[in-house]
């Protein structure tokens, strides 16, 4: 299969530190990589850095989407491309519901006028998926939501916005047994129904075990000290990180 991502010798600061030491990384397209590392490694900058954010600069390297080298562009063209990054630790937005939140965001991604009816059909659609209460969809966004509740409403942005390329940062964190089964299942619905491409930051067995993973990648800090197939996530689960480290140049 063709790459979707491919990033070459890349190198990321942030306020004169270097993050990143030259990371080449590359995703088939249709394919579910997850990303792991000790804390500190450099993951979430890494996410950051896919997804276009101001606070880190690349240094050198370059970052190619779709076959067109998207290094100097903006979060919200990236956006419109279809990468999307959930964050490791969701917003609360009184005033604007769950709702509005997720139709603002697919107009923002398509640039068209989203219907409200046809909007609302989805979204009920997605909440059946995830077992979330439709009553969720007119409270404030994330206002009051347990950590359960929170990650539901991410991955139901994967869902609506269906997003070619999206960027888990350990969505599965804090979650129950019961809210981490509804996350993954999420996640095959978005894969079945998009057939979107997942870089999946996690640390997570139970999650493990219930995506199919094609590519482990282990970022040791700021480089890709080892690569392999599923099998890889779960011997670092069993094994930790140790073996690892020092391997990387
Ligand atoms: P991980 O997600 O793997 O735990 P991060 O990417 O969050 O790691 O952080 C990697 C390193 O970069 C850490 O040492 C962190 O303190 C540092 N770092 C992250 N963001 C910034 C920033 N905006 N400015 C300065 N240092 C940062
Ligand atoms: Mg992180």
Redesign the pocket.
């Known amino acids: 299969m063709s790459d979707i991502l491919k990033i070459e010798n890349l190198t990321v600061a ?2 004169e ?1 270097e ?1 990143l030491h030259g990371v080449d990384l590359a995703v088939g397209e249709g394919e579910t990589h997850v990303l792991m ?12 850095t896919i997804m276009g954010s101001p ?2 600069k690349v240094t050198g390297g370059k970052i190619i989407f779709d076959g067109e080298d998207i290094t100097e562009e903006s979060a919200d063209k990236r956006a419109k491309r279809g990468i999307f990054l959930s964050f ?1 630790n969701p917003v609360e937005i009184p005033g604007i519901t769950l709702s509005e939140f997720l139709r603002n965001a697919a107009e923002q991604q398509t640039g068209k006028r989203v219907k409200l009816w046809d909007h609302k059909k989805k979204l009920a659609a997605a909440m059946e998926v995830l077992g979330m209460d439709s009553s969720y969809a007119d409270r404030d966004l994330n206002v009051g939501f347990s950590g359960g509740e929170k990650k539901k409403a991410e991955i139901l942005q994967l869902l609506i916005l269906k997003p070619r390329f999206a960027i888990l ?2 969505t599965d964190s804090g979650l129950d047994v019961d809210a981490v089964k509804t996350v993954s299942k999420g996640i095959e619905e978005y894969r079945k129904s998009v057939g979107g491409t997942l870089l999946v ?1 996690t640390h997570n067995a139970k999650i493990l075990e219930e995506l199919s993973v094609d590519a482990t990648h282990i ?1 040791v800090n ?1 480089r890709i000290a080892k690569e392999g197939d599923g099998k890889l996530a779960a011997d670092v689960l069993e094994n930790g990180f140790e073996k690892y480290v020092g391997e990387e140049n």
Request: charged residues 20%; glycine residues 20%.
């Open positions: 942030a306020e530190t993050l590392g000790q804390n500190g490694a450099g993951k979430s900058t890494l996410g950051s606070e880190y490791q940062d350990e930051i970022l700021g």
